[in-house]
């Protein structure tokens, strides 16, 4: 079993549809979880991180943490044709190492 | 502007060469990082490295080695290129101890023909 599960799509979803992207992770004891954007021939960029468990919401992105579950969550809403590009998830272990999901590409049609 | 740059930006190449990648951070960060992105998009780190400690994924051929000339300077040096080599290569950098996160470069993508 992967340490970090990412389901990598395509994800194709209508303009202004509410966008729900996942990840699954295996070790509990995991704290810091980040989701970063990567558009197409450019370097991943943090989009947001979070800590433990709970949401954490900009703008019309919200970050969930389901620790019990050990699933976390991205959600895009008011969904822009500019919002689509791969979206990866990070979780950063005791070593301040990261381990990457495979990354999700996301298609907002316009 | 702060970033991470990487130079080139694509490399194309015969197998069995020689070729070097630069990545220079002007973020003040302690730790640099060298990741390998296949055709899949899965990130794979290959190096980091600080001004204590250069930490090697066991996975990567020793055809690959990192040469930090400073502390805002990593870069990769690859000894006879083979096909499989092809891929993206991202530089990346963040504080030591740190828990927010990296910052990378816009990637260097090579071709080996």
């Known amino acids: 079993q992967k340490e970090v599960e990412q389901d990598p799509g395509p994800l194709s979803v209508p303009e202004g549809a509410i966008v729900s992207l996942n990840c699954t992770y295996s070790?509990?004891?995991?704290?810091?979880f980040m989701w970063y954007r990567q558009y197409s021939r450019k370097g991943p960029e943090l989009l947001m991180y979070t800590y433990s468990s709970g949401n954490k919401e900009d703008g019309r992105f919200t970050a969930q943490v389901d620790k019990s579950s050990k699933y976390i969550s991205l959600f895009i809403r008011d969904s822009q044709p500019s919002d689509s590009a791969t979206y990866l998830c990070?979780?950063?272990?005791?070593?301040?190492?990261?381990?990457w999901g495979a990354g999700t590409k996301l298609i907002i049609k316009p | 502007d702060t970033a991470v740059s990487q130079t080139p930006k694509y490399l194309v190449t015969q197998m069995g060469n020689d070729k070097s990648i630069k990545c220079e951070q002007n973020l003040g960060h302690d730790t640099m990082y060298w990741y390998k992105q296949d055709s899949k998009k899965f990130l794979k780190i290959m190096f980091s490295y600080n001004n204590k400690e250069l930490i090697i994924n066991e996975t990567v051929p020793n055809r690959f080695s990192p040469k930090s000339p400073d502390k805002a300077h990593l870069n990769l040096h690859i000894n006879s290129l083979e096909l499989g080599d092809s891929a993206v290569y991202f530089c990346a950098s963040s504080r030591e101890r740190d828990y927010y996160g990296y910052t990378f470069g816009s990637g260097t993508r090579l071709t080996v023909v």
């Open positions: 990070a979780i950063m272990d005791s070593n301040y190492q990261l381990i």
């Open positions: 070790n509990s004891a995991f704290q810091y």
